[in-house]
């Protein structure tokens, strides 16, 4: 039972990451890459303080990963609190939609509301769960929101800056197709990918920075759809080159180099795999776009509703409410 009935609910989205620009930092800068938080999947969290023992009840079988986080809490802050944490929405892990990173930051919010401890910067929230050691858009996404440029870091350690913040249209809406059963690659297998990844050529480097600063960026901005998505879909291409052998091509999965040919074949040019996949995101200028789009992949693949998902833009950072 809970020692108290102070409750924090916390309710975020999901992170594509669009790629990395220099993996390796052999450029000086690691981790530096584009992504943007999206309202759908969503992650809702409640949690209070616990009398003798942690308390979890999580959807998609995320009660350990829950607990791991806790742990990590607790040791970083030497609290010996424990928590009562129900996960009523969640999608599942290594999906490409940063859900770790998500999970992560609400135990760290929530833990830190219910002990007094508000206040703490976003590097401490996120070191306190293990969050941000490579990229750091899920932790700014978490904080912020938006369509996010990591400006990368020059030691493993730390949390990278942010370059850019940009509010996209509230129009614009993701496409979002995710191959069921299919996990992309995260812990001991992603840290040895790492280690076997060869420098990325100056000219890689300068050719993504400049994808970033003279068009995403610029059209982010000024809202101008078709040349987001054009620079958008070259920027996923390029940046996937140095991770093509570890997952097997351009796409984590025959169904997303499937629908991604489809939908480039239908004319939409933003599309492209989101981290180490398996979800492909595709760009649409508008909802009923979207939906159109959405419903026509399901029936050409056999796909149901939580496979082909319809998400806008989130141009907010997670709400936290208390409840005394």
């Not at 450029?27 to 999206?38: H, I, P, Q, W």
């Not at 629908?259 to 979800?279: D, I, K, M, R």
């Amino acid at each position: 039972m809970s020692s108290s009935d102070r409750s924090v609910t916390i309710e975020t989205g999901s992170r594509l990451h669009f790629g990395l620009i220099d993996p390796v930092g052999a450029s000086g800068r690691l981790y530096a890459g584009a992504g943007v938080m999206v309202d759908a999947p969503a992650i809702h969290m409640t949690a209070r303080l616990a009398e003798e023992s942690d308390e979890i009840t999580a959807t998609q079988g995320m009660e350990k990963r829950l607990g791991e986080f806790i742990r990590r809490y607790r040791e970083a802050t030497g609290s010996r609190a424990h928590f009562d944490i129900e996960l009523a929405a969640c999608p599942a892990d290594h999906l490409g939609l940063g859900t770790g990173t998500q999970l992560g930051m609400a135990v760290s919010s929530a833990c830190s509301s219910l002990l007094g401890l508000e206040g703490d910067n976003i590097e401490t929230a996120a070191g306190r769960t293990g969050r941000g050691r490579r990229s750091s858009i899920g932790v700014h996404g978490f904080e912020n929101g938006g369509f996010l440029v990591d400006d990368g870091k020059v030691e493993e350690a730390g949390l990278s800056p942010l370059r850019h913040r940009i509010e996209l249209p509230d129009t614009w809406h993701f496409v979002l197709v995710i191959a069921s059963g299919h996990r992309g690659l995260s812990g001991r297998q992603e840290a040895e990918c790492f280690t076997k990844l060869a420098p990325v050529a100056k000219q890689t480097v300068a050719q993504l920075e400049a994808l970033l600063e003279e068009t995403l960026v610029p059209a982010g901005r000024r809202g101008d759809w078709p040349a987001f998505s054009r620079a958008l879909h070259e920027f996923g291409l390029i940046a996937s080159q140095p991770f093509q052998e570890a997952q097997g091509g351009t796409f984590s999965t025959t169904l997303a180099a499937q629908a991604a040919e489809y939908l480039l074949g239908a004319g939409v040019e933003g599309v492209g795999q989101s981290s180490w996949g398996p979800t492909l995101y595709a760009l649409l200028p508008g909802q009923q776009e979207a939906e159109t789009a959405a419903e026509e992949l399901r029936e050409r693949f056999g796909l149901g509703r939580e496979e082909v998902v319809v998400a806008r833009s989130r141009s907010r950072g997670a709400s936290v409410k208390v409840v005394d």
